[in-house]
């Protein structure tokens, strides 16, 4: 056994070969694998092997996508068959949000390249003889989807690994793992210490032990998950003597369960309520092709449903059920990417579809590693997307629920209500019998919107207008005519100081770093490549340190970065303040006046210009009074401490009861910074455009001097840009809009997609924020966009359609 590697996966599983294996192939042969007991013999090895392409994320979508053209290509060039079977993917409809869903998914699948066919229940008929077609609407059919072998497809991998150089150490357990002072690694293992640069994780079952042996708490734990093998049924293994085709994996996501053909019988899968976590505290050491005792009585309702659909697998008995352990995370979605707090620590965990994740999974950490940046915008499955909130008791709770929940439909405003509320600002209270109903993001309670008196509190799921969007059009009439306040103590919030912070943070914005003491800067970190990474706003304080905000979700990923960034001579201090400090946002056009009675400060024009900052009390709380806002009116934002939070909410209320002052939530905020043309990180600001062609031109000066990204970004103006973004009129709407990852088409063809859209209730229109082609980016331009399996005319339309000029803003 090797002593010195440059990265030493760990775990066997078809994730760890995977990377394993695109490391390799990425060029980097010193590398090896270490697995406790036998390759696949985790949960790997009791998959059922299908190949989902379905999925709502785009970042797990175009992971799903590249592994199964992966295995295409191993499988077409393999000594021996991996047992790939594209024999389609047939998922079923029963009413008429489903079909929403379906054409969401659609849009999302055209924009990544993934085929995808619409199904009238005839056309199911067709592709799967044995199914019931009363009650379906319709469905949909991937064609290339299908199943493929889990231990073959792991030893096929694992054999093109070590031809090319790679080293995998069976029947080794890792006992420790230590950083020495000089960033190196050491893996301690029962044969051997193992010294080397990179760690990557890929230990499933085990990750919450792989973390704790490096202080991390990773975010997963598996739950148990059920299939029922049954013996052959005549009819299929007639098909088979007729050399008709296989059929293929048949979904009814309204009843929860999947089924494909296995040996001439059936498989039956089931994603159940009821369905326990296990292995909370880990396997035990001795763990290895573990399975738990059946337990049928849960799956009941969901066997007659399937009987039901498919009388066939209700004529043939049981052969085996199998009940073995699946990862999961709060969100259903796996952990790709870098640790936080450590560095040249990786995790590759949490694959609830670990078998269609596995090979775009281990592809995109690789880029990662060996060039420094994912070639995908990895979001989606970004470990940092979690924080410390993530106890075990809320893993528990949420991993269950995620569990369950796999085949519900996946609404763009679903808000589950697992493990909450669990982090509430001091005004959630208030907000709550001023009729908020929430939302959350990290762990935070977010007022979405506001129930008026004599409506429930209570949300209304839709892919269409739904019932609170009259509500959430006066929130905004309200901003826009009278005063709003909103809590945005979700909020990221540091401090940076010392006597090298200011060149170091000049080192990492593409923006210039605020020069002026009070001056407020929207600052941009790019990528290596000159993607837009992060986006902060920068305040700089009198004793020139600054204080810097940015996107409440995105936490644990921006201060992650800045920490790994500080110079190791101690001249750059990072300080987290999030909960030291609460936000309300106050915005419209008596936001002056209302300001005006709650503190003796001067916030006139002259004296309180736009982009400004001051110290300031309001009430009695000392507070950072920024004038800035994401709604397009004039406003101020108020930073105060936590505990004074309710102080100054009940001093803005109270002195604006005859200015109109109501509260207004995330929902309005979002139709508003639509109409302003504004940006969110995820969206329209991606490691995928560069920043230029985000349309950041304001924000990104290249003359100032060096920054991360800049050159890359020089030499991507100079090859050309593939995309522009756009601002897009949607016609002929009547009770849907835009979303997100709507296709875009000129003349029938895809030329961009939509990022972002909403209604606009101050212009009255519906609107798009979008990437398309540059040649298509003209203001007058016509194009089409699906919404919903619907074709609207779209126009691009002037940028910050309303109040172009910042008028309102500047008043």
């Known amino acids: 056994m090797k002593t010195q590697a440059r990265v030493v996966v760990v775990g066997g599983g078809v994730v760890g070969v995977s990377t394993l294996y695109h490391l390799a192939k990425k060029g980097w042969t010193d590398v090896v694998l270490v697995e406790r007991k036998e390759l696949t013999s985790g949960s790997t090895w009791h998959a059922a092997g299908l190949l989902p392409l379905f999925n709502m994320s785009y970042s797990v979508g175009q992971v799903h996508k590249y592994s199964v053209k992966l295995y295409r290509e191993l499988e077409d060039n393999a000594e021996q068959t991996a047992g790939l079977k594209q024999v389609g993917n047939i998922r079923l409809a029963m009413n008429q949000d489903r079909m929403d869903e379906y054409h969401q998914y659609a849009g999302v699948a055209a924009t990544i390249g993934v085929d995808v066919e619409f199904l009238t229940p005839d056309d199911i008929k067709e592709l799967w003889p044995l199914c019931q077609t009363d009650g379906l609407v319709g469905g949909i059919v991937h064609p290339e989807d299908g199943y493929i072998q889990p231990a073959d497809l792991t030893q096929e991998l694992a054999r093109q690994a070590r031809k090319m150089g790679a080293e995998i150490y069976r029947n080794t357990v890792v006992n420790g793992m230590y950083q020495t002072p000089t960033g190196e690694w050491v893996v301690e293992t029962d044969k051997g210490d193992i010294t080397c640069e990179h760690i990557v994780s890929c230990t499933g079952n085990f990750a919450r032990q792989t973390g704790q042996m490096v202080g991390l708490d990773i975010p997963v734990i598996p739950v148990q998950h059920q299939f029922i093998v049954t013996e052959p049924h005549p009819d299929i293994l007639a098909r088979h003597e007729q050399g008709l085709p296989e059929m293929g994996v048949l979904r009814e996501s309204d009843g929860s369960w999947y089924l494909r053909e296995e040996a001439g019988g059936l498989i039956l899968g089931i994603y159940e309520h009821g369905a326990p976590c296990c292995y909370v505290d880990g396997p035990s050491a001795d763990s290895e092709y573990e399975l738990f005792q059946e337990e049928l009585d849960r799956l009941e309702p969901h066997i007659e449903a399937c009987i039901n659909r498919v009388p066939a697998f209700g004529e043939v008995g049981v052969k085996e059920v199998y009940n073995g352990a699946i990862c999961y995370t709060p969100d259903g979605n796996p952990i790709i990417g870098p640790a936080w707090d450590l560095k040249n620590f990786w995790l590759n965990e949490g694959h609830s579809f670990g078998i269609t994740a596995a090979g775009g999974a281990g592809w995109q950490l690789a880029e990662w590693m060996v060039d420094g940046a994912p070639t995908v915008d990895m979001l989606g499955v970004e470990p940092r997307r979690y924080g410390d909130y993530c106890s075990k008791t809320y893993l528990r709770e949420k991993n269950e629920e995620a569990y369950a929940n796999v085949f519900v439909i996946h609404y763009p405003d679903e808000e589950r209500e697992g493990a909450r509320p669990l982090r509430t600002a001091p005004c959630y209270d208030r907000l709550k019998a001023l009729g908020a109903v929430f939302g959350q993001k990290f762990g935070w309670e977010r007022a979405n919107w506001f129930a008026p008196e004599g409506v429930e509190q209570k949300d209304d799921w839709s892919f269409r207008r739904s019932k609170y969007f009259e ?337 309102k803003l500047r008043a």
Request: net charge negative.
């Open 471 to 807: 509500h959430v059009g006066n929130e905004c009439r309200n901003v826009a005519e009278n005063v709003g306040i909103l809590d945005m103590t979700a909020f990221a919030k540091c401090r940076i100081s010392g006597s090298g912070a200011e060149a170091w943070l000049d080192n990492i914005m593409a923006n210039r770093i605020p020069k002026k003491t009070g001056r407020v800067n929207l600052c941009h970190a790019l990528n290596i490549h000159g993607g837009v990474r992060s986006e902060f706003t920068i305040l700089r304080n009198p004793d020139d340190s600054f204080y810097m905000v940015s996107a409440g979700a995105l936490e644990r990923f921006d201060h992650d970065y800045l920490k790994k960034k500080l110079p190791d001579d101690g001249s750059v201090r990072f300080d987290r303040v999030t909960n030291q400090i609460g936000v309300l946002v106050v915005a419209g056009p008596k936001s002056r006046e209302l300001m005006q009675r709650v503190s003796d400060a001067d916030f006139s024009n002259e004296a309180f210009p736009w982009l400004s900052s001051q110290r300031i009390d309001v009430g009695l709380a000392d507070c950072i009074v920024a004038r800035v806002n994401f709604v397009g009116e004039l406003g101020w934002e108020i930073h105060h401490p936590m505990e004074m939070q309710n102080h100054v909410f009940d001093a803005l209320m109270g002195a604006g009861a005859d200015l109109g002052v109501k509260p207004f939530g995330i929902r309005a905020m979002d139709s508003l910074r639509l109409e302003k043309s504004y940006r969110l990180v995820g969206t329209e600001l991606s490691i995928e455009y560069a920043a230029y062609e985000s349309g950041l031109h304001r924000f990104v000066h290249p003359n100032k001097g060096d920054f991360i990204g800049r050159d890359a970004l020089l030499e991507w103006k100079d090859r050309g840009f593939e995309n522009t973004f756009v601002t897009l009129e949607v016609h002929d709407t009547t009770d849907a809009d835009a979303l997100g990852n709507n296709p875009i088409f000129h003349d029938g063809k895809a030329v961009g997609r939509a990022t972002g859209g909403g209604y606009g209730f101050r212009l009255d229109k519906s609107l798009a924020l979008g990437m398309v082609r540059p040649e298509f980016a003209e203001l007058g331009t016509e194009l089409e966009m699906d919404i919903l399996g619907t074709m609207h005319k779209v126009t691009v339309i002037e940028e910050s359609p309303y109040d172009p000029e910042n008028e």
